[in-house]
């Protein structure tokens, strides 16, 4: 495969979210290897920040995650986060504390037994 080489839909769906009905959209483990070398830098730029891509897990991941491992707590155990990831995970904290802070004793207590 080359670097002019275009990927299908259905390639980029298997890059970036993993083989979809247990087979590849690839002839081979190899032609998806360089297609993931060739398109990383867009599929990266698709997930959100402290994500990555299902390749990234199959072809850059030092390691597999720990059970129960969220991938922001790998990547910051491995010191792969990026600025980008730094950002996201600091604003989802403080959107998160904001909704702890409006939450009503009634509206938790209606979760519970609902949910």
């Known amino acids: 495969m080359s670097d002019s080489t275009e990927l299908s839909a259905e390639q980029y769906l298997d890059l970036l979210l993993g083989p979809q009905n247990s087979s590849s959209a690839f002839t081979s483990e190899s032609a998806r290897r360089r297609a993931w070398q060739q398109a990383k830098a867009i599929l990266e730029a698709l997930v959100e920040p402290?994500?990555?891509?299902?390749?990234?897990?199959?072809?850059?991941?030092?390691?597999?995650?720990?059970?129960?491992?969220?991938?922001?707590?790998?990547?910051?155990?491995?010191?792969?986060?990026?600025?980008?990831?730094?950002?996201?995970?600091?604003?989802?904290?403080?959107?998160?504390?904001?909704?702890?802070?409006?939450?009503?004793?009634?509206?938790?207590?209606?979760?519970?037994?609902?949910?």
């Open 50 to 115: 402290g994500a990555r891509p299902s390749a990234w897990w199959d072809y850059e991941a030092p390691e597999p995650s720990g059970p129960r491992e969220t991938a922001p707590e790998f990547l910051a155990r491995h010191g792969l986060l990026t600025e980008a990831d730094r950002g996201a995970k600091s604003i989802r904290a403080q959107r998160e504390t904001r909704s702890r802070r409006t939450e009503m004793p009634a509206e938790c207590w209606t979760a519970r037994r609902t949910g």
